[in-house]
């Protein structure tokens, strides 16, 4: 090996897929972490990959996934917390189901994702973790519980770092705008009608490995059609005293 080894959740396809090419064509090792084990399993073979079936709203996946990484290539230098679906309904069409199974994958999947990567890697004293918003979740989305979720993660990302970064861990936040994927294929035409563009994925696997390799931690990075990948700076926040 002469790269890092990655493991990417939602690695079947879309930005996961293009984060995997990305690392195989830099000598990286990769793990593709997804649910869909035919697309997984050709993305995995593509890159001369491990492929491990996982839903990420498992926690018990989540483990299985960095246990195997560990197991075939002994140390886990990047993760990149990838997964995630489009809103289930809003308000307007509310169901409890609905509106756990955007939570499950979106949110949860983070958040067992970090549950199941950190004490190994807190053991190996080194790691970099990115974790996939969007730019959703920094301002406001007519996917609403897409939106919350996102805001979630934007949190979750500044709020969990000290703890890992006295082991060596890295943790920060990519918010991508438009991409071109999958998940938006039947919106395409309408989004571009409306003079919306949409990146390519291999611009933001770009934008990962840029942030994967910074290194500062806690920080919330936005990229888009055309622009390079960018911090966000923090809101001034102060807590009244006196």
Known sequence: MTGPV??????ASGIGAATARR????????VIADRDTIRGTAVAEEVGGLFVATDVGEPADNTRAVEATFDTFGRLDDVV??????????LHDFTVEDYRD????NLDGVVYGLHACLPRMRRQGHGSIVVLASIAGLGGSPDLFYATG??????????????PAAHG??????CPGLVDTPALA???RALRAHGLRLADPGAIAAAVETVLTDPGTGGVWT???GQPAAPVPPPEVRLASG
Do not use: W, Y
Request: glycine share 14%; aromatic share 2%.
């Open 150 to 163: 996102k805001h979630a993660l934007v949190g979750l990302v500044r709020s969990a770092v000290l703890s």
């Open 186 to 188: 039947e919106h395409r």
């Open 81 to 90: 917390l990838n997964a995630g679906v489009p809103g289930r309904c809003g």
């Open 102 to 105: 955007t939570m499950r994958t």
């Open 6 to 11: 990655v493991l990417i959740t939602g690695g």
């Open 23 to 30: 690392f195989r064509r830099r000598g990286g090792s990769v």
């Open 169 to 174: 861990i890295r943790i920060n936040a990519l």
């Open 223 to 225: 990229v888009q059609d």
